[in-house]
């Protein structure tokens, strides 16, 4: 009895990790320094990025799952640049400070957008 809890023991540890490993082996970061850099990779032409985020985006970190269309992207951009999102998405609210929030269609999935009047803009899949 104490042989066959062990074998189920061990099954179960190695089931486990299989399953973390599969959990996180399909997400994938990269990090840009300029608006240029990300064009070049092609995540917004593959969709992975929204074509709208501001052309003036600077220090671009994304982060997607390869498995679903699960998008995160923090930024920092010239305050102003928001022609694009504009002429895409709807304007949920204004907040102080010059914050604006945006719902917006991509690929086959809502994200919303937040852009600080500071320059920090963020954008996340909707759950």
């Not at 599969?22 to 092609?42: A, C, D, G, N, P």
């Not at 305050?79 to 269609?105: M, Q």
């Amino acid at each position: 009895m104490k042989k066959l809890s062990a074998v189920l023991l061990v099954a179960l540890v190695v089931l486990l990790s299989v399953a973390w490993c599969v959990e996180h082996s399909e997400i994938s970061e990269s990090q840009f320094q300029t608006y240029r850099e990300l064009k070049e990779s092609e995540l917004i032409s593959l969709g992975w990025v929204p074509a709208f985020i501001p052309k003036s985006a600077y220090d671009i970190h994304e982060r997607h799952r390869v498995d679903v269309s699960d998008v995160s992207v923090v930024f920092r951009y010239q305050p102003g640049d928001t022609e694009d999102i504009e002429a895409s998405c709807t304007v949920l609210k204004g907040e102080g400070g010059g914050t604006k929030s945006y719902r917006c269609r991509h690929g086959d999935g809502v994200v919303v957008v937040m852009l600080s009047g500071d320059g920090k803009g963020e954008i996340r899949s909707e759950q």
